[in-house]
């Protein structure tokens, strides 16, 4: 017969501030600078955490927009292009995969731009 001990009282603990981070890759390799590429250039974006709260935390990507300021700033104009976890055109922009058992995820997707902006 096993004998269990119970805990009376609290027990706190803490995790750690989840820092998430973006990553641009361009024919396998990371950019780290600017980048000016035709609409069309095949890119992924990588999303992950820290290495210290990646243990701790899972992720998800259920929505993403991308917003265009015009240059007098009068107008802007966005774009949501993952909604509910699902791509809403998957030729741009990819649903997002993970590869690593979760710590990151990324998503291929072609270069675009709004009809209306540079």
């Given at each position: 017969?096993?004998?269990?001990d119970?805990?009376?009282?609290?027990?706190?603990?803490?995790?750690?501030?989840?820092?998430?981070?973006?990553?641009?890759?361009?024919?396998?390799?990371?950019?780290?600078?600017?980048?000016?590429?035709?609409?069309?250039?095949?890119?992924?974006?990588?999303?992950?955490?820290?290495?210290?709260?990646?243990?701790?935390?899972?992720?998800?990507?259920?929505?993403?927009?991308?917003?265009a300021?015009?240059?007098?700033?009068?107008?802007?104009?966005?774009?949501?292009?993952?909604?509910?976890?699902?791509?809403?055109?998957?030729?741009?922009?990819?649903?997002?995969?993970?590869?690593?058992?979760?710590?990151?995820?990324?998503?291929?997707?072609?270069?675009?731009?709004?009809?209306?902006?540079?």
């Amino acid at each position: 017969m096993r004998e269990i001990d119970f805990i009376d009282g609290n027990i706190t603990a803490r995790a750690p501030y989840p820092d998430l981070n973006i990553k641009i890759r361009r024919n396998g390799q990371f950019v780290d600078t600017a980048l000016n590429v035709q609409p069309g250039t095949p890119l992924e974006m990588i999303v992950y955490l820290d290495d210290e709260s990646r243990h701790v935390y899972g992720l998800l990507v259920s929505f993403l927009k991308v917003t265009a300021i015009s240059n007098n700033n009068n107008n802007t104009q966005e774009e949501v292009i993952i909604l509910n976890g699902c791509s809403i055109d998957p030729y741009i922009f990819g649903n997002f995969e993970t590869l690593d058992g979760g710590d990151s995820l990324s998503a291929k997707f072609r270069a675009f731009k709004f009809p209306e902006s540079n």
